[in-house]
């Protein structure tokens, strides 16, 4: 029985599966925006998370097993698991592809090249340039400071690459920018 209709177990199975990966897709992304500091977007989830657990566990735990218990208790605890495990792979899938990031860029220039700064400028890239010297190498290069949306990541790499391959590249994310020039869509 499956709120009170009669249902057999590769139903109870499916329905256990698609709950788990709604419910750990959600809590995936509610840990991310809890990460980011909205607390509301992240109650809400946590709602909706909450009841369809209820749910998959109600179907799970009231299903009567009666033909065998321990191979159906192990195949409903296996797509239990496969939808937890699903749902987590597909909520950060998820909170990547739709939830912006802001990123700062240093970029340590393996020496100084104006080309690159020039390429930035051209693609639509505000940067901060600091001249600096390494511990080892005593040549002056540059310091860049990038701040982008972690979408315009791979372009800014590609940038890089392109004109100094040997440069060192640090990547964090931003919690807070103010003010400042930023790129909104790299072509």
Known sequence: MFFGVEVDLWFVCIIVVLGRIVDMGLATIRTVFVV?????????LGFVEA????????????????????VGTFLIATVYSLGFALGTYLGGLFS???????????????NKNDEVVEELQNNGFGATILTAKGA??????????VETDSKNLAKLKQIIDKKDPRAFISV??????????????VK
């Open 136 to 145: 080892k190498e005593k040549h002056e290069t540059y310091l860049i400071f």
């Open 172 to 185: 964090n994310e931003s919690r807070n920018v103010y003010n400042g020039y930023f790129v909104r869509n």
């Open 51 to 70: 009841f369809f657990w209820f749910v998959v566990v109600k179907a799970a735990l009231d299903f009567n097993i009666s033909l065998s218990p321990v």
């Open 96 to 110: 990547k592809r739709f939830i912006k990031v802001n990123v700062k860029v240093q970029i340590v220039l393996s």
């Open 36 to 44: 980011k500091g909205k607390s509301g977007l992240a109650a809400t």
